[in-house]
């Protein structure tokens, strides 16, 4: 997607949830104006090569503060970001469980360069990203979606089948990601999700044994995903 398109979308957003703002009665949080201080701050003492834009970035920065962060909180803007939320993680199942299936039919959109992509090295560790950019963007993707889905039973996410198959295709996509910092924060962050789920700390052990149990007897099957790993460390 053009660069423009995300920096419209940015702009956007800020407009709207300023327009809500005007008509709402609206706090300030005066950490998150101090954090936007230090940082231009930061840049006008550092002074980075004009190569890093750090004025645009910081620009634009700001603009996505305003209208996620609670820089400005009211009623009104606390239910436009609860839905907007919402969207953005449904639009990232999309692209983890649409990843996955990338990878079986060879799309591969990471780039090494402005102008050329992976295509014909899909399955080399650290250079599958999927419907995204990179393996290391895809990575956490893929774990925000199964952490969403297992805390999602409204709506199409009812359907126990249709909820662990989408999953069971997230967690797939983060081993073809092979980025080892995203699975292992999502191997804790997973555990701990459902351990506060359980309500019975004992059952929730001997669910966690027989899912070590079932993985274990799985592996030749689904064994192929961790070829990216593999390489990554050779």
Same mark, same amino acid.
């Given at each position: 997607?053009?660069?423009? *398109?995300?920096?419209?979308?940015?702009? +956007?957003?800020?407009?709207?949830?300023?327009?809500?703002?005007? !008509?709402? #009665?609206?706090?300030?949080?005066?950490?998150?104006? /101090?954090?936007?201080? /230090?940082?231009?701050?930061?840049?006008?003492?550092?002074?980075?090569?004009?190569?890093?834009?750090?004025?645009?970035?910081?620009?634009?920065?700001? &603009?996505?503060?305003?209208?996620?962060?609670?820089?400005?909180? @009211?009623?009104?803007?606390?239910?436009?970001?609860?839905?907007?939320?919402?969207?953005?993680?449904?639009?990232?199942?999309?692209?983890?469980?649409?990843?996955?299936?990338?990878?079986?039919?060879?799309?591969?959109?990471?780039?090494?360069?402005?102008?050329?992509?992976?295509?014909?090295?899909?399955? +080399?560790?650290?250079?599958?990203?999927?419907?995204?950019? !990179? @393996?290391?963007?895809?990575?956490?993707?893929?774990?925000?979606?199964?952490?969403?889905?297992?805390?999602?039973? =409204?709506?199409?996410?009812?359907?126990?089948?249709?909820?662990? =198959?989408?999953?069971?295709?997230?967690?797939?996509?983060?081993?073809?990601?092979?980025?080892?910092? &995203?699975?292992?924060?999502?191997?804790?962050?997973?555990?701990? +999700?459902?351990?506060?789920?359980?309500?019975?700390?004992?059952?929730?052990?001997? #669910?966690? *044994?027989?899912?070590? *149990? *079932?993985?274990?007897? =799985?592996?030749?099957?689904?064994?192929?995903?961790?070829?990216?790993i593999i390489y990554k460390n050779e």
């Amino acid at each position: 997607m053009p660069s423009i *398109v995300y920096e419209v979308m940015v702009i +956007v957003s800020m407009v709207v949830t300023l327009f809500v703002s005007v !008509h709402d #009665r609206v706090q300030l949080s005066y950490s998150v104006i /101090a954090i936007i201080i /230090a940082s231009l701050l930061s840049i006008i003492i550092a002074q980075p090569d004009s190569r890093f834009r750090s004025f645009q970035r910081l620009a634009y920065f700001s &603009a996505v503060l305003i209208t996620i962060s609670p820089m400005l909180m @009211s009623p009104k803007i606390n239910i436009q970001r609860c839905i907007l939320l919402r969207y953005i993680l449904y639009f990232i199942v999309l692209l983890s469980v649409g990843s996955f299936i990338c990878y079986f039919l060879g799309i591969n959109r990471m780039q090494s360069s402005d102008d050329v992509y992976y295509d014909d090295f899909y399955s +080399v560790g650290g250079t599958f990203g999927g419907l995204v950019k !990179h @393996s290391m963007l895809l990575g956490p993707l893929a774990v925000i979606s199964v952490l969403f889905l297992l805390n999602s039973r =409204t709506g199409f996410l009812k359907n126990k089948l249709l909820r662990y =198959t989408l999953i069971i295709a997230s967690l797939g996509a983060l081993l073809m990601a092979a980025s080892r910092g &995203a699975i292992y924060g999502g191997i804790i962050s997973i555990i701990y +999700v459902l351990f506060m789920q359980s309500k019975n700390k004992i059952k929730f052990i001997k #669910r966690i *044994v027989f899912l070590i *149990v *079932v993985i274990l007897i =799985t592996y030749p099957i689904w064994s192929f995903l961790l070829g990216g790993i593999i390489y990554k460390n050779e």
